[in-house]
């Protein structure tokens, strides 16, 4: 399965944006997913996931109560919707499929990540 992340760009503090996460090559209803955030001179990083039937969500802390994380499986697609944005959030977002494990969520293919989309919050 190929991800690709869009839906990115430059917003104010405060402002809000919405992610969208595009599968191609094959069916994501079967894997559980997660946005990854590389912010500029970290690590990547999971900010939230959700399991393969959308039961579940997990959000990192720093994200919980302004971003939600949504799925539609019949449309082969994954959202990110984001409020409250706040400079800290800064970075490329990628989605991918992914497994919980030690309370987070690592990607199932480490070395293909796809493209990402840009959000920048400027304080």
């Known amino acids: 399965v190929q991800l690709q992340a869009c839906g990115g760009g430059l917003v104010q503090d405060g402002g809000s944006l919405r992610l969208s996460c595009a599968a191609s090559g094959g069916s994501i209803a079967t894997y559980h997913m997660a946005w990854f955030r590389q912010a500029p001179g970290k690590e990547r990083m999971a900010v939230a996931g959700?399991?393969?039937?959308?039961?579940?969500?997990w959000y990192h802390d720093s994200v919980k109560g302004r971003l939600t994380i949504s799925r539609d499986n019949a449309k082969n697609m994954m959202y990110l919707e984001m409020k409250s944005l706040k400079f800290e959030d800064t970075g490329v977002y990628y989605c991918?499929?992914?497994?919980?494990?030690?309370?987070?969520?690592?990607?199932?293919?480490?070395?293909?990540w796809g493209q990402g989309t840009l959000v920048t919050v400027s304080s």
């Open positions: 991918a499929t992914a497994r919980w494990s030690g309370g987070t969520w690592y990607p199932l293919a480490e070395d293909s």
């Open positions: 959700i399991t393969w039937n959308g039961d579940a969500k």
